[in-house]
């Protein structure tokens, strides 16, 4: 793999306030959190550059889209049918004056409207996919047990909203000259040149990867919510075998918010799951899929 200096991982949400990013210094075997660094894409980025060496910016959202989706728009909306891939298509559909309105209902879902608002009702997101031609999730949501990229609010656990703003801004920047790379889109981190590239992350995948005895591990699912048991995670980490092997660094003050606030246990947890890897030598990602994306570490769990 080539040489990355550090992972900053992003606990990413639709509101600013929700967001908390901590960063693993690779050399310095350091995990702390980002508390002075506004977890805008903009000011994750300005962080990246201000910094020498090279750094991977992990953002616990969507960068990919359904294939069946894809092709599907490419059919039905004339000004997409030359996007083969995600980055391509994204910078499109932005432009597209109804994206960034949902349907709140079956009938006004369309491929240039595809965020979802489910209504009351029994068979309500069902519906959706019936109009849909298809549950919109990627292999990766399947494999993973994830939520729809476009599935906004009505039920448990939804994460569109948080992508749409993150795509929104990501589109805004690919608009323009770049100076860093999306990943696996641009290529794998192993080939990337530039000296920042932007990654997906999902938090169950780093709790097995940081937390397991062993690797491969099953992915974990961990009631985040309870103090308790991020309490017990914590512990976890810090007893951990690789923890002590590879000397890393990890202050109790600052492991307090981690305590205290589940989004920066995320956060912490993505960014130590990952540095376990780069430490141990496990691989982070798995074939280029330019519609679909990846998620970092996956290759490196099981999926049972």
């Not at 209504?119 to 993973?144: E, M, N, Q, Y």
């Not at 192993?190 to 999902?202: C, N």
Request: neutral net charge.
């Amino acid at each position: 793999m080539a040489r990355w200096d550090r992972f900053v991982c992003v606990d990413w949400s639709k509101e600013l306030a929700g967001r908390r990013a901590w960063v693993a210094e690779v050399g310095m075997r350091r995990i702390a959190p980002l508390d002075d660094v506004t977890p805008t894409l903009d000011g994750l980025l300005g962080f990246a550059r201000a910094l020498p060496g090279r750094t991977v910016i992990g953002i616990d959202a969507a960068l990919g889209v359904p294939r069946g989706y894809l092709e599907g728009a490419r059919a039905a909306v004339p000004a997409w049918r030359e996007a083969n891939d995600f980055l391509t298509w994204l910078v499109l559909a932005c432009e597209a004056p109804s994206f960034a309105r949902e349907a709140s209902s079956a009938a006004a879902w369309r491929h240039d409207r595809p965020f979802i608002a489910v209504p009351a009702g029994k068979g309500s997101l069902d519906a959706f996919w019936a109009r849909a031609g298809g549950r919109l999730l990627r292999d990766i949501d399947v494999a993973t047990d994830a939520k729809s990229p476009f599935v906004v609010s009505g039920v448990p656990g939804t994460v569109g909203s948080g992508t749409r703003v993150l795509w929104a801004e990501l589109a805004r920047m690919l608009s323009g000259t770049c100076d860093f790379a999306v990943t696996p889109f641009d290529g794998a981190l192993d080939a990337i040149a530039r000296k920042i590239a932007i990654a997906e992350i999902y938090p169950r995948v780093c709790y097995a990867l940081a937390l397991a005895p062993e690797l491969p591990a099953p992915i974990s699912r961990l009631a985040k919510t309870s103090r308790e048991v991020r309490e017990q995670a914590i512990t976890t980490l810090t007893s951990a075998a690789w923890v002590r092997d590879h000397d890393v660094s990890l202050r109790e003050l600052e492991l307090a918010l981690a305590r205290e606030s589940e989004d920066d246990f995320d956060a912490l947890m993505s960014a130590a799951g990952l540095l376990r890897c780069v430490l141990e030598g496990r691989a982070l990602e798995s074939g280029r899929d330019p519609v679909e994306g990846g998620i970092l570490g996956l290759p490196s769990v099981r999926l049972t």
